[in-house]
């Protein structure tokens, strides 16, 4: 088969690499649609010490069955699929709890690190276990498919957080996932969002998702005016979709007292936070992981033509073209949001 594989840091390289093999309880996938993460991104440069090469990244992905392992009975050949980010023990305490994004041993496709490794789908052919796998709707394509893995890394953050729909809540950080996330507190009923971003492109579509109020921190007091929409007590809830020191600062000092800030973005290993101002304004911090069973509800959304994936996909392009897709990203060309690689 043929694959993108990350040779170097820095280097991507489409050569025929060996076909992958397939255990008894596990499923090979023709694939048909790889969407680049910024996880894969950042990857590229060593930057997160999760790509290790020599690696075929890509986890946001969907296609048909190939084959099928011999204790695989729900699945069958020419089905068409998409499946989770994590690939977790069945037997595990935390999958059992319902929690298997929390599971020991739990590994993500397309990650090469000190743990493990296990190559993605940017590639003719991936293998996954069978208890990974959703049913694609016949009525959303395998481009639609592949933006479910983030779409569901967004449901999966609010869910965890409790939300009432008279709530104002506060988006820092709408790339990708913060997008999913004012899309998906819409659809729940939230009462107002308030997005905020220094990309005007990113403010602009989040207004298109049904944000109320953006602001640019760049050029606004975000805190004076969020203040002023919500008499003047802050938000009641807020997710953080970036993960830095600037970022989680301002999701906490534009919140009331007693709020719950979900931190969804990881972009920084550590990071400072005004403890002082969490401790006396009993502010709750929590962080949201991966996905925990969002993938049906996601995939239903999608289907029904609520939740808009396809605003977000910049681009469909050819596996063979995916190191010049990843420069561009990389290089953060304006207006490239999402970029679909088709082997």
């Known amino acids: 088969m043929k694959a993108l594989v990350l040779k170097e840091y820095m280097k991507l ?7 992958p093999t397939f255990g008894s309880d596990e499923v090979l996938i023709q694939v048909k649609a790889c969407g680049i993460c910024g996880s894969d991104v950042h990857g590229m440069d060593g930057s997160t010490g999760r790509r290790i090469p020599p690696v075929i990244m890509g986890h946001e992905a969907s296609g048909m069955i190939s084959e099928t392992g011999s204790r695989v009975k729900k699945w ?3 089905d068409r699929v998409t499946f989770d980010s994590t690939v977790f023990p069945l037997d595990d305490w935390y999958t059992r709890r319902g929690e298997y994004n929390l599971s020991d041993n739990r590994q993500v496709l397309g990650v090469s690190c000190a743990e493990f490794k296990r190559d993605g789908a940017f590639a003719d052919l991936v293998v996954v276990p069978q208890h990974i796998l959703y049913t694609i709707p016949d009525n959303v394509t395998f481009d639609q498919a592949a933006m479910s893995e983030p779409a569901a890394v967004a449901m999966h953050a609010v869910n965890l957080t409790n939300m009432s729909e008279e709530d104002v809540a506060l988006v ?5 996932i913060g997008l999913f996330v004012v899309q998906i507190l819409k659809i729940r009923g939230c009462k107002k969002v308030i997005a905020i971003d220094i990309a005007p492109n990113q ?3 989040a207004k298109e998702f049904g944000a109320d109020l953006t602001l640019d921190p760049k050029n606004e007091d975000t805190k004076e005016i969020i203040y002023r929409h919500t008499d003047n007590r802050g938000a009641d809830i807020a997710f953080e979709a970036v993960g ?4 989680i600062k301002t999701a906490i000092e534009c919140v009331r007292k007693g709020a719950a800030i979900t931190l969804i973005g990881n972009l920084s290993k550590d990071v400072e936070i005004p ?3 969490v401790v006396t304004q009993q502010i709750r911090l929590q962080g949201s992981c991966a996905i925990a069973g969002e993938y049906p509800e996601v995939l239903r959304l999608i289907g029904e033509g609520k939740l808009n994936v396809d605003a977000m996909l910049s681009a469909a392009a050819p596996l063979y073209e995916g190191a010049d897709w990843f420069q561009r990203l990389y290089n953060k060309e304006p207006g490239l949001m999402k970029v679909i690689l088709n082997p």
């Open 13 to 19: 390289v489409y050569e025929k690499v060996p076909d």
């Open 76 to 78: 069958k050949r020419g």
């Open 172 to 176: 820092v950080g709408v790339g990708m």
């Open 203 to 205: 403010l602009k579509m």
């Open 244 to 247: 830095t020191t600037a970022t």
């Open 275 to 277: 403890l002082q101002s």
